[in-house]
């Protein structure tokens, strides 16, 4: 029996063995987005992609492929561009569009195309779905995870809602948290030989604190906590029998 957790990569027999096991949806919301000269631009789906392998290894369940479309905050500026996200963030200098930033959705499409996927997920037979990567997809999917569970048969769970400060990943913008994550996860995808060498000088649109300090250790200690918080949750709820479970 293969045991790739990815659905796309799944023969029926084993799509049926792994749903019988442990009936939970893992959903990366991702991005093609710039993080830093440093990282790759598909860094938010990589590392929500690569955590949820990881909860399906210990919990079982079916890894989704990612979305890469997302919604974010907008402004227009006064020579008629439009700047996305990160683009007119405070660490942006100036205001400018960020090269391979190429992702955004309204709401509205994005929450639709989530919704899909919900209905979807419970006709296949999932009992639970956990979303999980872009910060502005995670508040989306937060907001509306509450209608959905009164009109499909499952459980949503959002890190917003349901995990709070216990969830210890993707909580910066391609800073010391994503980029400790990225290098936990796939290294080759990290060079932070791309950075500044001088501490004086911040990475153009990179929030939160100094990737120059990230390690493929402190983003194993980040994983390994969320992934406790997560247990303990799936648990609380039923989806899993202990937090420890391995389900697969």
């Given at each position: ?14 799509f049926?063995?792994r749903?019988?096991?442990?009936p939970?949806g893992?959903?990366p ?25 990881r ?6 369940g ?15 500026m ?5 700047l996305?996200?990160?683009e ?11 090269d ?10 994005f929450?639709?195309?989530?919704e899909a ?48 400060a ?23 995808l ?18 939160g ?15 390994a ?19 420890t479970?391995?389900?697969?």
């Open positions: 029996m293969d045991v790739t957790p990815h659905y796309e990569a799944l023969f029926p027999e084993t049926r063995a749903l019988r096991a442990a939970i893992w959903l919301l991702g991005t093609l987005e710039w993080h830093g000269e440093h990282m790759a631009l598909g860094s938010d789906a990589l590392i929500a992609r690569g955590i949820f392998e909860a399906a290894q210990r919990f079982g079916i890894v989704f492929p990612a979305i890469h479309l997302g919604p974010d905050r907008t402004a227009s006064p020579d008629g561009r439009v996305q996200g990160m007119f963030d405070a660490t942006t200098v100036p205001p400018q569009q960020l391979g930033s190429c992702y955004w959705a309204p709401e509205g499409i929450l639709a195309m989530c996927i919900v209905a979807q997920a419970a006709r296949a037979g999932f009992r639970v779905l956990v979303a999980d990567g872009h910060g502005p997809s995670r508040r989306w999917w937060g907001h509306a995870v509450a209608l959905w569970e009164s009109r499909y048969p499952l459980q949503l769970v959002s890190v917003a809602r349901d995990l709070g216990g969830w210890r990943c993707q909580n910066d913008h391609a800073a010391r948290n994503e980029t400790s994550l990225l290098l936990a996860l796939a290294p080759s990290v060079d932070l030989s791309r950075l500044p060498p001088d501490r004086n000088q911040w990475p153009q649109g990179v929030a604190e100094d990737p120059r300090d990230a390690s493929a250790a402190y983003g194993e200690a980040l994983i906590e969320s992934l406790d918080c997560l247990g303990k949750y799936l648990h609380r709820i039923g989806a899993i029998v202990d937090a479970d391995r389900g697969s």
